[in-house]
């Protein structure tokens, strides 16, 4: 699977747009990228994918680049309770060869009020 | 259920001792995995099964662990003769299905064990 490069940490400030980065140069054409993040202790919660398109759903925005090899992950207005670990995942699609996630160390995201 | 369950919360053990923990996933879902997540880690992928059928269980670090999910629904996953470093969150998931939709996999609380 491809491996994703994430920035250990990063802050924001509440009510900011928070821009996390993912580099995925190894993608290949039939891998998403899905995006998860573990708040405290809890479970990982999916956020959003998307193979090339910009997706945008209720959570989140994902920018993907035109050559797929890297992406960015918007929360528009960033709240205290989005302090989390932001996974960046590459993956085969629905019905692919693998449905494993393959989790890196992430991102920490820490909204400062 | 609402949501992905799992039981224990907490197991304490001591080092030789069998364990078994348990996942029971949102019904009606087709896949389930199991995960173990160290502290200050990401999960890291043990095995999965759709319906009944252990699909892949390249993960598993060794023959200790087994899992298996007898009637497609609810899920063990054992460890036989714990050692300290087995000490983790056992995290299971569960997703709708594999072959279209997002395959969402949805988390449990997971289980903290802890081999003494």
């Known amino acids: 699977d491809a491996k994703t490069t994430q920035p250990p940490s990063m802050d924001c400030a509440e009510g900011r747009a928070a821009n996390l980065p993912c580099n995925h140069s190894?993608?290949?054409?039939?891998?998403?990228v899905y995006w998860y993040r573990q708040i405290h202790s809890q479970g990982p919660q999916y956020i959003i994918h998307?193979?090339?398109n910009n997706e945008t759903n209720e959570m989140a925005s994902l920018i993907i680049t035109e050559d797929r090899k890297s992406s960015t992950l918007i929360l528009p207005h960033a709240t205290l309770r989005d302090t989390a670990v932001y996974y960046c995942?590459?993956?085969?699609?629905?019905?692919?060869?693998?449905?494993?996630?393959?989790f890196g160390t992430g991102t920490l995201l820490a909204v400062q009020p | 259920g609402a949501g992905v369950s799992q039981s224990p919360r907490y197991k304490v053990t001591k080092r030789g001792q069998d364990v078994a923990l348990r996942c029971d996933p949102i019904?009606?879902?087709?896949?389930l995995y199991w995960y173990r997540q160290a502290l200050g880690q990401g999960p890291e992928f043990l095995t999965y099964?759709?319906?009944?059928?252990?699909?892949?269980k390249s993960g598993l670090p060794n023959d200790r662990f087994s899992a298996e999910r007898p009637e497609g629904s609810i899920s063990t996953l054992t460890i036989q003769r714990t050692e300290q470093r087995d000490s983790a969150m056992y995290r299971c998931?569960?997703?709708?299905?594999?072959?279209?939709?997002?395959?969402?996999?949805?988390f449990g609380p997971g289980t903290r064990l802890t081999v003494l």
């Open positions: 998931a569960s997703s709708l299905d594999l072959a279209g939709g997002t395959d969402t996999q949805y």
């Open positions: 099964f759709n319906y009944e059928a252990q699909q892949d």
């Open positions: 190894t993608i290949s054409g039939n891998e998403y």
């Open positions: 019904s009606g879902h087709v896949s």
């Open positions: 995942i590459v993956r085969s699609g629905p019905g692919g060869a693998t449905n494993k996630l393959i």
């Open positions: 998307g193979l090339k």
